[in-house]
């Protein structure tokens, strides 16, 4: 069950959602068949991740929220299990990404809701980071609020205030974990708050920590970046390497092959030059004794035709 949710998270952040939603129903099937419940809470968690991909990726605004709703019920199960097993933490990161989905689909007094209760989680637990984390997203949502005002100053000035108020925790929070990417974001909703309310030697304040924390985040980004090209140019120079001694090993296979079929054909050139020479041998000898036979027998012609000649002049004296 781990095993094919890894497989399917691998395939989920290469895009193939279809496969990895595959592999994390193949997870979820054995997971219940163990009856465990941490691995079925990932498991949905994982299958929430995929719908929101598809929802964000998808330009059809129905296909998007059906995507985005799929994904908050497979949070909403995940965070029912989690809230059987007494895993708060767990229970807080997914009512904080119910949040965030609902504030994608508009929903903004369903995003509030489940902000809250996050929030609360973690205040429960004193998880600083957590809370600086909720704390951003109320602040940045309190701010999408005033935007949807129009005619009521007084309620866009409420929805400022309540913005400045949790942007302003975030930020000290932040700061205190030194999670940078939290200050940016609290800076960024502080300094758009105050300029909205016409606080604008507030809002330059803010706009200041708002470009260090961001030159900080893009030194930073630089940084891995640069060990992440490192790591690739190692990564395929072993390639490199390792393709260079195949092509090697594939030359010398090819010679040592080239060299044994050489050696063949010259084993066969020899063993054919000593069989003709042998069958030359042969007949060779074969004609030589013919050759003295028919000697022998010429002689013994001669010898017979003195003979004759001798016994004729005989019988004619």
Do not use: W
């Not at 990161?93 to 809250?116: F, Q, T, V, W």
């Not at 109320?138 to 009521?152: K, V």
């Amino acid at each position: 069950s781990i095993s094919y949710n890894c497989i399917g998270i691998v395939c989920n952040l290469q895009g193939s959602f279809t496969t990895s939603l595959e592999y994390f129903q193949k997870a979820l099937v054995l997971a219940e068949e163990l009856k465990d419940k941490y691995e079925m809470a990932n498991t949905y968690s994982n299958m929430g991740l995929v719908y929101e991909n598809y929802g964000r990726g998808s330009t059809d605004p129905e296909e998007r929220t059906k995507n985005l709703q799929k994904d908050i019920d497979f949070n909403l199960k995940a965070a029912a299990v989690k809230e059987e097993l007494s895993e708060k933490k767990g229970m807080s990161d997914c009512y904080n990404n119910i949040g965030l989905y609902y504030r994608d689909m508009g929903k903004l007094d369903l995003a509030s809701e489940y902000y809250i209760k996050s929030l609360q989680i973690d205040e429960e637990l004193n998880d600083r980071y957590g809370m600086a984390i909720v704390n951003c997203n109320i602040s940045e949502l309190q701010i999408i609020l005033s935007d949807s005002i129009t005619n009521n100053m007084k309620q866009k000035t409420a929805y400022l205030q309540k913005a400045v108020l949790y942007g302003t925790k975030a930020l000290s929070l932040a700061q205190e974990v030194k999670a940078v990417p939290r200050e940016n974001q609290a800076a960024r909703n502080l300094m758009n708050a105050h300029r909205k309310l016409g606080n604008f030697e507030e809002s330059t304040k803010y706009a200041e920590i708002f470009i260090s924390t961001q030159d900080s985040l893009f030194n930073k980004e630089k940084v891995e970046v640069l060990a992440e090209a490192t790591s690739k140019y190692e990564s395929e120079k072993k390639q490199l390497l390792i393709e260079k001694m195949e092509k090697e090993k594939e030359v010398n296979d090819q010679k040592l092959l080239t060299e044994q079929a050489r050696s063949q054909k010259q084993m066969i050139v020899i063993y054919a030059a000593l069989g003709g020479f042998l069958v030359v041998l042969v007949f060779s000898i074969i004609i030589l004794r013919m050759f003295r036979q028919k000697r022998k027998a010429n002689i013994l012609l001669a010898e017979q035709y003195t003979a004759i000649n001798q016994q004729k002049e005989e019988i004619e004296s």
